[in-house]
């Protein structure tokens, strides 16, 4: 058995500030990345066609990277536990590393595959990469258990020591020689595909090119654009006040550290207690994003349902054409279609329009949340189980929320974060001619509705609200 190291690459598609890749980097000089193809992913009914591009692109920038340190990374498209083990043998691997994930599927998936390498005396070594703090690290005081509510989690988790990016490569590792390839090649290893050779076409364009450096360079950019003042700006989606990182993120593109550490150097360079709590505030979204990761590991049932017992029952409506008017952006409520129609384009919406959305779905509608986190993981670009699924529980009030009825008045969120109506216009350019009064109250006439091929709304508002709530209490107090 050789020296040599195979890093496994899934939620962490970079060379730079990799856990797992730097600690085989320090026990072999012989490193060589791999990214298996998963059929057990890419045949499910949820896949993003913008989020497979996506990763697509991310995976043809790392091949570059590795070629540009003398390695290579090979792609595998088959059964995990099966094509790694079978490729580790063949190229004599004396280890496996690959960094841990905190998904259902994935913590079955590494299980199998760990227990396949072992038992060919090939060892393995997880790390966790993709999370400032692991799963296990931050818990109650009290009675040592998962947080299940954010503030008292923020609360223990803003205290912890954060890591410093990580220098992944000292020297550059040695990677395969042709004879080794060529192995490689006879025991699974294929081209990367295209997205369109997997079964996925996205034609427009990606609102955060692929890869390593643009991941970097957005960062920088919005250090120096929009992080002193992110608090202010976050809600207002016609705005450009947020960071956009969140499919690099979700694809590892970018390190967490290094991520934290952008925050840090803004803090450190301000005297201003305003910009302070601009920072402060992009630093709470990243621990959400933590308290969601955390919160699936310890609860993988939320995978499945709702986290409160008198949703796991609730009579939802679930009227189909309502959906497709949802789907579609032809609700009739502005505010909502001009989200959707942003989703559909772009494959990416405003998180204020998220909130917006899911609560529309499922307080006016009274449609399934989980109708929704479907089709939102079948559209967007940074689609993630963990934050997709937390996001919709928080907007039905099934999830983990100290405060769990909560319900949107489109009209009024519409007057307060899109108040000049440049959002609604960019997204439902029919309307772009009415007032803008008319826009963001949702008041425009028949006359107009028709002259601009705009739909009536398809529900009232109060009346659905009246609705809900009855339901709601009618379920409480049944449990």
């Known amino acids: 058995m050789s020296d040599f190291i195979l890093f496994w690459h899934r939620r962490d598609l970079r060379i730079s500030d990799n856990k797992g890749l730097a600690a085989a980097r320090q026990k072999s000089d012989q490193v060589v990345g791999l990214f298996c193809l998963d059929p057990n992913i890419l045949q499910k009914d949820d896949v993003a066609p913008a989020r497979l591009t996506y990763m697509i692109g991310c995976l043809q920038q790392l091949q570059h990277q590795y070629q540009k340190v003398g390695s290579q990374l090979l792609i595998l498209q088959d059964q995990p536990s099966q094509a790694i083990p079978k490729l580790a043998q063949a190229l004599e691997a004396k280890a496996v590393f690959w960094n841990s994930d905190v998904e259902p599927y994935a913590k079955e998936r590494d299980q199998a595959v760990s227990e396949a390498l072992k038992a060919a005396n090939i060892t393995v070594e997880t790390f966790w990469d993709q999370l400032l703090h692991s799963p296990d690290e931050i818990r109650t005081k009290s009675g040592n258990e998962p947080y299940k509510v954010y503030t008292p989690y923020w609360n223990s988790w803003s205290k912890k020591h954060k890591e410093k990016p990580i220098n992944t490569f000292a020297n550059h590792p040695r990677g395969l020689t042709e004879i080794e390839f060529k192995t490689a090649q006879e025991n699974g290893v294929i081209d990367l595909p295209t997205a369109k050779d997997l079964g ?10 692929p890869g390593e450096e643009a991941a970097q360079n957005r960062l920088e950019e919005f250090g120096d654009r929009a992080l002193f003042e992110y608090d202010e700006q976050r809600n207002f989606p016609a705005n450009d006040g947020t960071s956009q990182l969140s499919a690099a993120l979700k694809f590892g593109v970018i390190g967490i550290r290094t991520v934290w550490a952008k925050t840090v150097e803004a803090m450190e360079n301000t005297r201003s207690d305003e910009a302070r709590n601009h920072i402060k505030a992009w630093q709470q979204e990243l621990a959400w994003r933590e308290f969601y990761q955390q919160a699936m590991y310890h609860f993988p049932e939320l995978a499945k349902g709702p986290y409160r017992d008198h949703f796991k029952d ?5 009227n189909p054409e309502h959906f497709q008017a949802w789907c579609e952006g032809k609700t009739g409520y502005p505010i ?8 559909n384009e772009s494959g990416w919406m405003h998180n204020r329009c998220r909130m917006i959305v899911a609560n529309f779905l499922t307080k006016d509608l009274m449609i399934n949340w989980q109708w929704g986190e479907k089709y939102f993981m079948q559209k967007l670009i940074d689609g993630d189980l963990s934050a997709n ?4 529980q928080w907007s039905a009030s099934s999830g983990m929320d100290p405060k769990p009825l909560r319900i949107f008045n489109p009209i009024t969120q519409a007057q307060k974060y899109d108040p000049e109506g440049e959002y609604i216009r960019q997204w439902l350019p029919e309307l772009s001619s009415l007032e803008t009064e008319d826009l ?7 006359k107009d509705r028709e002259a601009c091929d705009y739909p009536e709304p398809i529900v009232d508002h109060n009346q659905q609200q009246k609705q809900f709530k009855s339901l709601y209490q009618e379920q409480k107090q049944a449990f």
């Open 200 to 209: 996925f076409i996205w034609e427009n364009e990606l609102v955060l090119e």
């Open 314 to 318: 609730f009579p939802w409506r679930n």
């Open 440 to 446: 963001v109250t949702g008041k425009i006439s028949s």
């Open 336 to 343: 909502v279609d001009a989200a959707m129609r942003q989703l």
């Open 389 to 392: 699924n937390g996001g919709w």
